[in-house]
């Protein structure tokens, strides 16, 4: 089958939106959304990508990821997030910057080299902002996640990861002086707009609803 780099891209963007929002099906809008284009372009690619078996669609409704789909979207999972990972690791580039080469690299068609990349970093089970890496057979576990912004006024919590991947939202993380594994302490919410005053290496700062909603953390 003839898989080209824009249906990988569609399928992986199908694949984030059910898992990362546990949505059971995604909306043709919501879907153009995400990738920047228009309704009418997503319905003609899903169309093709029916016809190859790769999505469950009917018109005027919702789409899923078929087995196949599903598959060939967990591969590409695999290999962006072991390609972030050596970038972040051996290349020098920091987790705002590894998005954009990881999405060129995780076309490559070649399972011995990224076998052979697994087996040299180790075989990691998270990237750099924290999201789990799938194994060769495409097992994975998908972590309970709690935001931020669910947790009450005095809990101490660890970041895991992030919910939001843009780079500008990591840099600003990064001038925070936060980072993967950072404690934080919730000081105090406030009940207008849920922005919040947390501490962390001994320092205090306010963040708004937004960031909390942004990041994932787990209770100490």
Not at 15 to 42: C, D, I, M, R
Not at 62 to 90: N, P, Q
Not at 194 to 217: C, H, P, T
Request: glycine share 4%; proline share 3%.
């Amino acid at each position: 089958m003839n898989i080209t780099k824009n249906i990988e891209d569609y399928l992986k963007a199908i694949f984030y939106l059910t898992q990362e929002f546990e949505f059971e099906k995604v909306g043709t809008n919501q879907l153009a959304e995400h990738l920047g284009l228009s309704p009418a372009s997503v319905s003609v690619m899903i169309k093709k990508m029916k016809d190859k078996n790769l999505v469950d669609y009917q018109k005027y409704s919702k789409v899923s990821l078929t087995d196949s789909g599903h598959k060939i979207a967990l591969r590409l999972v695999r290999k962006h997030r072991l390609w972030e990972t050596f970038l972040y690791r051996h290349m020098n580039f920091s987790w705002d910057e590894v998005h954009e080469v990881a999405h060129q690299l995780e076309h490559i068609h070649s399972p011995k080299l990224i076998r052979e990349l697994d087996n040299f970093l180790g075989n990691p089970k998270r990237d750099p902002h924290g999201d789990v890496i799938p194994d060769e057979d495409g097992n994975f576990i998908i972590p309970t996640k709690k935001s931020l912004s669910e947790l009450k006024a005095g809990d101490l919590c660890r970041l895991v990861s992030v919910k939001d991947n843009s780079a500008a939202f990591l840099k600003y993380v990064t001038q925070l002086g936060l980072a993967l594994s950072s404690e934080i302490r919730i000081k105090e919410i406030r009940e207008f707009d849920g922005s919040m005053l947390i501490s962390y290496d001994g320092k205090n700062e306010n963040v708004s609803n937004m960031f909390a909603e942004s990041i994932y953390v787990e209770l100490l």
